[in-house]
């Protein structure tokens, strides 16, 4: 026997073996359970966290790379403009030289002819002198202003060329960054145009299909057709790893003419969205949306909306398969914590099936020990019965005995004087049998 102390009262009270053992089971099982379920909510919340900052990781890489290009082309910009300004100073330096010979030139022919004019009359030979050396002055100045000037051209020429070159690669830089802001700006026409006759739906089925067997080769992507909730989505996205399911998207497309008269935002589809994912048990929800084609917002590129309704996102079209590899990604770090969590079910179902079968056991035991009691309680209830019948029964047997032993007593003590007593005729006729009994006697003798 175990004694247990009550911790309310303080009383001491003793237990079997087999109730001490059902007690410490009920205790372990129960302080299991706490602790399986605190280390399945601690990993849920890790593998939240994990993914949130997945996310938001990818998102920060996605935008920096952006701003590089950003970046980038500013110091083109930059650099263009800074060659076109030392092309211009260069052509005002040369300029500028080219000027100052001539005057330069110039100045020195006035003076020669001063001096010539001032001199002419005393020293005609020197004059002469000095006019050949002025010719030769001016002939030297002329070949260095040709070579100057050849040069310049030869400078101009290599500098056009080089600006030709700069200015093409910018203009094809330029080119190039205006079709891809083009492409991201004018994405709803450019789609509107090519899918005609062809829905956003068959688009997005169409580029999946694309890179399925290559890419996702386990994953499932189809049509939702289950509107036994009330509503359904546009496409379901469940990817499958080692027969585990780590990821699954409620897709909803939206698409909206140019010529339609109301015109809707994508915020009017949040709310079914949300509904369609926690109906169809999805992860996440996403929104391919054509509508709102002025918001900027919607324009950057893949926007999280999780502060209005819980992992969602809304993307434009040519975002669709880089929404799916990014969530597909981030959710494949979190495999093993949903493997750990899946085998803590099963042994949390283990546990379960366990404590139930001894729930049970324990039903089923005390049910038949209930009816046992019962029936023997019932058993008893008749024997008492039956012994309060039987003493009854005896008591009236003593009764008749009392009864049987007077009248014996009385039978006994009866006699025919007794009989006859007071009754005369009856005392004549057991004479007469008697006076007739006795000759018969004698005959006999």
Known sequence: MKELKCPQCGSVFSVDETDYASIVSQVKTQEFEAELKARVLELQKQNEVKQEANTLKISQDFIGKLNAKDVELSKKDTEIAALKAQINGFSQTKKLELDAEHLKADQEISRLKAVIEQNDSKVKVAILEEQSKAKDIIRAKDNELIELRSQIDVNKKEATIRE???????????????????????MKAKLSTKMIGESLEVHCSNEFNRVRASMYPNAYFDKDNDARGGSKGDFIFRDYSD?????????????????????????????????????????????????E?????????????????????????????????????????????????????????????????????????????????????????????SINHLQKI??????????????????????????????????????????????????DQ
């Not at 910018?170 to 079709?179: A, D, S, V």
């Not at 009236?396 to 003590?413: C, H, P, T, Y």
Request: proline content about 3%; overall charge negative; glycine content about 2%.
């Open 243 to 291: 027969g585990i399911e780590y990821i699954s998207i409620m897709f909803e497309m939206k698409n909206e003419m140019d010529e339609t008269a109301t015109k809707h935002k994508n915020e009017d589809f949040f709310a079914k969205l949300d509904k369609d994912r926690n109906d169809k048990g999805c992860e996440y929800a996403v929104l391919v949306s054509l509508l």
């Open 164 to 186: 030709s070159n700069i200015k093409e690669d910018y203009e094809r830089q330029l080119k190039q960054k205006q079709e891809l802001v083009d492409y991201y700006k004018d």
């Open 293 to 385: 084609p002025d918001n900027e917002f919607y324009n950057e590129g893949i926007v999280d909306v999780s502060y209005r309704y819980p992992k969602m996102y809304v993307v434009r079209p040519q975002f669709f398969m880089p929404i799916i590899s990014l969530l597909t990604q981030a959710s494949k770090k979190s495999i093993e914590y949903k493997k750990e969590l899946i085998l803590a079910r099963q042994q949390s179902v283990d546990v379960t099936n366990f404590e139930n079968s001894l729930l049970d056991f324990q039903d089923k035991f005390g049910r038949n020990y209930r009816i046992a009691s019962e029936k023997f309680k019932t058993a008893i209830d008749e024997i008492d019965k």
């Open 394 to 443: 005896k008591d009236a047997l003593i009764g008749s005995e009392n009864n049987l032993r007077l009248a014996n007593d009385k039978a006994q003590d009866l006699t025919i004087k007794k009989l006859t007593r007071g009754n005369p005729t009856m005392q004549q006729k057991f004479e007469e049998v008697r006076q007739q009994q006795q000759p018969t006697e004698l005959t």
